[in-house]
């Protein structure tokens, strides 16, 4: 089993910027991609950003230009830089890690407990 820890979350102002890190631990065999995703209240998680073996981004385009993601394999990190925050940033971010808990286990999707950024107007 896998366990996603966020942290960097806060309260920041319009304009501002924050750097999320999401750490994986516990039995991991292999990790294929990590991503952040983010959900405000009333409406639905969202992918942010995802990154995958081999470097290969992904980002939806109200934060492409904005955010850069990045990811340290060695210690099982992912990152996500969120430059020019705005209030619809709100949210709370939850880092996603697809993995394998050994190598005979299917990849499954995993999820860390979230984090608030909140960016005030």
């Known amino acids: 089993q896998v366990q996603l820890v966020e942290s960097g979350g806060g309260l920041v102002q319009a304009g501002g910027s924050l750097r999320l890190s999401c750490a994986a631990s516990g039995n991991i065999f292999s990790i294929n991609s990590m991503g952040w995703y983010r959900q405000a209240p009333g409406k639905q998680r969202e992918l942010v950003a995802q990154?995958?073996?081999?470097?290969?981004?992904n980002y939806r385009e109200f934060v492409k230009g904005r955010f850069n993601i990045s990811r340290d394999n060695v210690k099982n990190t992912v990152y996500l830089q969120m430059n020019s925050l705005n209030h619809e940033d709100t949210a709370v971010y939850y880092c996603?890690?697809?993995?394998?808990?050994?190598?005979?286990?299917?990849?499954?999707?995993?999820w860390g407990q979230g984090t608030q950024v909140t960016v005030s107007s």
């Open positions: 996603n890690a697809v993995a394998r808990s050994t190598r005979w286990d299917p990849l499954l999707p995993y």
């Open positions: 990154i995958i073996e081999g470097g290969v981004t």
